[in-house]
Each structure stands twice: as C-alpha cells, then as structure tokens.
C-alpha cells in the first residue's frame, strides 16, 4: 500500500455477533451516523488507522442472517455488495462470525464469499471458546474456505491488531468462489444464465435474478434478460432452496474435520434465565414490572433536566432579545428559532432514557423473549410481537418509534404497527395533560391512597394504548393489503449489555432523533411564530388602535403591553385561523382562543400551553394571576358567564388530545415510511374525526 | 412416525423430513432449518404460540402456522 492510502472496508454479519461492538473497537468515536442516499436506513461509518500511511473507511452494514433480504436495512447489504458503482462498494468485506452459532453464520459468509470481493472471517467471542466447549482448527478453516480467518474478541480487544493487518494485506486474499453456485444446482438453467451474462460472474447474475425486485439497478436490456429468467416463478424459488441446501452441505462437511462443540456445557444460563423470564405467569409479569420501571425513569429522571433545558431556553431567548437590535431579524430569532430549538431539546433526556432502556433490553437478548411473549396478542391487534418496540417507544415520541417498525417483516403488520403508534400517549401530550387536569380534576385522593389526578393521568395511558390496540384489529379487519407476512426471530443467547456499545447506539439514536425529526418540528415552529407575529391591517396598526381605544393607558405599563401582545395575537394570520374554525370547534366547548392553541399544536402537541399562555396573558389585573395556570383558571367563557375551563370543556380537550394526530411530525415521518401521502392522511383525518366525535360526546354529555 | 414441529411436546426432538415451501419462508431455510437436521421443541409461548426450537445449534421462535408445514421424524 502506497502513502496515506484508504481502504473500503464493509463489515457484514448476522445480528447478535458482536459485529457493532468491532465496529466500535475499530473505530473508537471517530464515527458517524449518516443516512443511505434516497432511503432512512441509517449508515454508520468510521475511521480506523491501519498503520502509519493507511487508513480505512468502515461501513458498519446492517445486521442480516442472508444476503437475500427480508427487510428494508438488509437491503443494503445486498445493494452495497452487488453494485460495483456504489459508494461503499467494499475494497474487503469482513464477515463476522460468532463462535457459537458459526453454521448459520458461515451459511452468510458462503454467499458473501461468492461475490469475488476479498473477504476476511472474523469469528467472535473466541474467548469463550472453553466456556462454551468448542475446539476448531483454524488452519484447516482457512485452507477450506480460501481466505484469511482470523479469531477475535471485540469486547476484550483480542485479535484486533491482526485484523488490521489481514486488511492492509487485503490484495493478497484469494477472492475464488466457494463454488456453490453452478452446474450442481441446475446446469441447464445457470448455462443459459452465463451465456446471457458472459461478463458477470454466476452469483452475480443469479442476485441480479433473484432479488430483482430489491435492487433496481438494472436497465435496458439487462433488465430485459433478466426479467426473461424471472418467468417461472416456482422454479426460481426451489433452485434458491437448492443454493441453501447446497451450501450448508458443503458447510457441515468442512466443519466436520475442524470444529467440535459439547453441547452440554454452556447452556445453563439460557434455560434457566428463559425458564423464568418467558414463564406463562412470572413471564408477563416480569415484563410489566420491567415496563413500569421504564415509564416511570422515563417520567421522573427526566423532569429535572426538562425543567433546566426549559429554563436556560427561556433565559437564553431573554438574553438574546437584550443584545441583539430591535427588529424582525430578532424576532425571528428569539420567538421562532430558539424556541423552536429548544422544543427539540426539550425531548432529548425522555427519548434518552427510552432508548437507554430499549437498547440495554436488546444488548441483553430479552427483546427477543418480549416479541415471543407477546407476538400471539398482537396478532389479534394485527400486529407482530416485533410491534412491542414501537408502542413502547411511542410513550417518548412517535417519530423515533414508526422509525423502530422497520423490523417488522410482513408489509401489513408493519404498515398497521406505523398507523396506530400515535395513539400511545407521547411526551408531548402530557404537558397539556398536566395542566388541564390541574384545572379540572380536584386534588383529593380516591379510597385514601390513589390521587384523582394521577388515576385521570393514567387512565388517558390506558386509553392511548387500548385506542391503538382497538385500531390495530380494525385496520387488520378492514384493510386490504396483500403481504406475505412471517415470523422468524432469533432467541439470542443472554449477556450482559456493554456500557460502551449501549451508551454509543443512545448517542446515536438521540442524534437522529435531533437532525432528523428536529428539522421539521424546527421549520413548523418558524411558520406558527411568522403566522403568530404577522397579520393583516388590524394587526400593523395595533398599537394605534389600542392607544385610541384607551386613553388613559400607560403605554410602559405590563398591563398595556400584555393587552398589546394578546390584541396582536387575536388580529394575526394564526388568530383569524382560530376565529374561523370557531364555529367548528364550538360544539366541542372550545372559543378560538383553544382554536388558535389547536392549530399551533401542529408543531408539537405541548405548544398548546404556551400558546394558551400568550393569549391568556390578557386581563391578569389580579396580582396573583401569574402563573399559566392561575390565568387559564380564571378565564370566562363570555357566553356562559362561567369558568372557560370546567370540566365538561377540559374533559372534552383531554379526550380531544389524546386522539387527535396533531403532529406534523409524525405525519411527515409516515409518509417517508410508507412513501405514500395515503397513510398519513388517513391518519389525519381518522384519528381528527375520532377526536372530534368523541370530544362532542364528552363535551354533550357532561354539561 | 411422522408429524409436524406444530405437534411435538416440550423436549421432544425429531429429525425434519420435508418443508413445505409454499408456507416456509426461504429465511427459515437459511437460519438452518434443513431437511435431515435434529429439531427440538424447547418451550412453547404462554398462548400456544409461537413455538421456541433449537435446530442446527440455532435457537430460534417460529409461528405455529409454519411449524406445521415442517413434517418431522420423531424420535
């Protein structure tokens, strides 16, 4: 290798192998997380030093059990590995292999071998070897499968030096398939294929046939060709079952002279954590214990730096107006942008926590366990047990948890997991929850122990989850949509989680959170703040209006600058939008003070109390109407003479807020998942009738 | 005698004869699951469904509606 040289590496192999934490021994922090060009599949790369003059970039792909992809990110192995003009078409792939599982592990290496790209196996875990009764002759390995292999441990950092050393050698690998594919599958049909593609290699050709629908690359007439191949169906599939069968046979004759394992030593733990943990009663048990303590660090843990970002938000926007010159541009930035900002912060210690847990339940293998517990209720929801992730993560935030759904195999489970999580109460709603039942429920406590206002909080949990679930059978009652679904998972073995790889994925997934999701509740909020701070002549000349209206009015006084603010409010684009859906809203119990507050939900669901804080702002002559709430309290409904904010209205607002898809955000994401404006709107529109029917109710009944 | 995964008790192990492919995902194949290969039913999930088994080292979960278009020889 010449001077200050890069070499392209991929690092390929099934989920569970410890394949992240060699990506992270390899590359320290000096990683970053970037999406695939035209899909959301997250690409993580790195940079390692090989040497002194050579480093190389490392693509850490997508965890897969085949090179025949079942979902979305193992599409990108296959795309990466099969198109040469790809940017992270590999110099050198290293598959990693755990020790225990090296069958199933060598079934991928075989395919990833056939490509013709040099290729390194790299078995995991190799110290466990005693531990878990397995002797292999690694001389022997090699020889049988043409290439360099190489024993490490991510986790204890051992045999990483001579990994770096077979990639810097990497154009030394013999790069001779292992000849499966060929004439012992089907001469006949692989000679045509040859013919048709003389240029190509045979695996190559038979992936270019094979995953045709997944790839996409091809046109003209290639595509011709290969769409010719691709007429019966049937036979296709029974030559792939062949491959299979085909290379596992050569497998397990090359393991048979150099790999030994007793299968008596080293399973212990699993039974007898899997004879508790998915037990018919302590199983399910165990399980909610587990997901109360995560609802409840997720609430508590992280008050305390909601309440300080929210804080240094604030300061930071007062302190900006301080230095800053008077004008638009000011404005802009201290009533748009930072607090635009600082409504993403606000969510990154929730969705921390969240993914904390998610991410140390994964590391340990007790995901695993929950999607077999759970997998035969949600089917009768129309989803899969995989469905779990993304409800629970939906109690922090939809986005991040329509995200998680990709792992979901069949299109229909998947598509209904992605419609019904906005029904979980997310974070964003329980501001409003808190604030509302402070007004209406009273603080007293049910039998002595329970407070109403706790139950009330937790009965609109129950209901957000029940609602999903209940939506969840509709969709799987009514909707039409063809996909083939089935459930394979993996029971991984239990281990305990690594503080480094579980602290890494929670930076990462915090991150995309932030850049990906932040961008569009960032751009909403600049949108409200311009429809909130623009308006048309009534709005321009407030300030001459007010002076004539009242004449003894000081104008450096806060009551003239509050009315100012709120008449301000009332006459801008925003405020008209609130007047003119008044008449909607009315049945409902709500003025078009809670109109304008209902259309800046859009942003993110929790600018309903800020919202409602400027315009209330009006009127707090009474010195001790300070607080947001004290003057949400005092608020007159001028119709009925009575309080704004009674229990049939609140009620009305709770039920309307825990049903309504006021998130722009989430809608943006949907569509993105789903790559179709179908999905979101129906959920625009369901879940807004829903809200609206069912707040009419409340609202009628109880008044 | 043969049966199918879907009918083995806890413990019990088989060897698998046939899948039918119409039903069996290609995945299943690839994770191991092959004609010749020692099946075992480890624990079957709380509801009946799915089934836990250990087949060619692997330990994997499996829907009922699968299993029982993998015919096995019992032992």
Redesign the interface.
Known sequence: MGKNETIKVALVGNPNTGKTSLFNQLTGLNQKVGNYPGITVEKKTGISKLDKNTSATIVDLPGT??I?P?TLDENIVLRTLLDKNHVDYPDVIVVVADI?????NL?LFSQIKDLQIPTILAINMSDQLAKKGISIDIEILKEDLKTKVILISARKNIGIDSLKKAILNCNYLNTKPLAVISNRIDADFFRKIKEKFPDQHLYQSWLNITQAENLNILKGDEKKAVQEFRKDGEKL??L??KE??LR?KQINDILKKNYK?D?SKGTDL??KL?KIL????Y??IIFGLILFVIFQSVFDLATVPMDFIDEAFAKLSNWTKGVMPHGKFTDLITEGVIPGIGGIVIFIPQIAILFLFVAILEETGYM?RV???M???MRKYGMS?KSVVPLISGTACAIPAIMAARNINGWKERLITILVTPFTTCSARLPVYAIIIALIIPQKRFLGIFSLQGLTLLTLYFIGFASALFSGYLLHKFLKVKS?S???????NYKLPSLKNTLITVLEKTKEFVFGAGKIILAISIILWFLASNGPNDFKNAEEILKSESVNQNIDSDEYKQQLASYKLEHSYIGIMGKSIEPIIKPLGYDWKIGIALISSFAAREVFVGTLATIYSVGSNDENNTTIKQRMAAEINPETGGKQFNFPSGMSLLVFYAFAMQCMGTLAIVKRETNSWKWPLLQLFGMGILAYITAFITYTVLS | MATTIANLKVGERGVIEDLD?DFV????????C??GIEVEL??I??????L?IRV????????KE?AKHITIKKF
């Not at chain 1, 998915?278 to 009663?281: C, G, N, Q, T």
């Not at chain 1, 089935?486 to 991984?492: A, D, L, Q, Y």
């Not at chain 2, 060619?56 to 829907?63: F, G, K, P, T, Y």
């Open positions: 059990y085949s025949n079942n225990e599982n090296i069958k199933r079934l599939k029974a792939q079952h299979t069968i596992y394992r299968i699993r039974s899997d998915i037990h018919k009663f199983g399910y695993s999607v077999f517990l997998d035969k209720i047990g083939s089935f459930f394979v998972i993996e029971m991984p | 492919f995902p290609l995945i299943l194949l690839e994770m191991g092959l004609p480890i624990q999930a709380p509801l009946q469904d799915p836990y060619n080292d692997s330990h994997l979960a499996i829907r699968t």
